[in-house]
C-alpha cells in the first residue's frame, strides 16, 4: 500500500447530510492534501496543508471545510452538498522542500455520491 | 486554469508494443511528474523530472523533458496488459503565492490488448 489510508471508501448522502472525510498518513511527510476527481476533468487541488497550516483556497465552497489536527491526520467535513459535488475525493501527502511540490502519495479514495 | 494537457486522450495497442505519452503546459515550472491510475483507485507515482533535466528512466518508463516547448513525453517499452490504467501529468509551477501545488491534466486512457 501507498501510507495513506482514507475512510470510508463509499460514502452516500443526502443534501441536509453532515458527514466527515478522514485520511491517515503513516509516511512522516509534512503536507497534506485534498483532491476532487470529477469524471472527464482534471484533478482539481482543493486545500494544501503544509506543516498543519492550511493554504487559502477560494475557490472551493463553504460547504467543504478541512481540518488537519497534526501532520498525519486530515478531514474534510461535508455539510448541505450538491448533487454536483458527487465525485472521487483523494487525500495525498508529500515531503515538502521549501516551496517546491514533490512527488505525492496518494489515498485509494472516497468514492462520495450525493443524493 | 489547466496546466498540463496529455496527448492522445485515450491509446490502444497491443501488449509488448511501445506507449509513448505526451504532455503539454503553460507556464514554467519546478518539475513536472507523471502519475498512473488504475480504475477507480488513487494515483501512483511513476516519476518526476526537474526543468534541468532533459532524460529520466525507471524500469521500463522513460520521461523526457523540453522547457522550450514545454513539453513532456512517457514512453513505456514493452507494455503490458498490467500497464492498461490512466497516466497523468502534473506540474509543479510555483508562482509565488506557494498556494499553487501540484496541477494535473485530464489523462490519457491507455489499454494494452493481449
Redesign the interface.
Known sequence: E?G?TQTPRHLVMGMTNKKSLKCEQHLGHNAM?WYKQSA????E?MF?YSLEER???NSVPSRFSPECPNSSHLFLHLHTLQPEDSA?Y?C?SSQQTG???????????T?LTVL | SQQGEEDPQALSIQEGENATMNCSYKTSINNLQWYRQNSGRGLVHLILIRSNEREKHSGRLRVTLDTSKKSSSLLITASRAADTASYFCATDSYSGGGADGLTFGKGTHLIIQP
Open positions: 501507498t495513506v492534501y472527464k476533468k482534471p484533478l487541488l494544501v493554504v487559502e483556497n472521487l483523494l495525498a516551496l517546491t511540490y514533490n512527488e505525492q502519495f496518494f489515498g485509494p479514495g468514492r
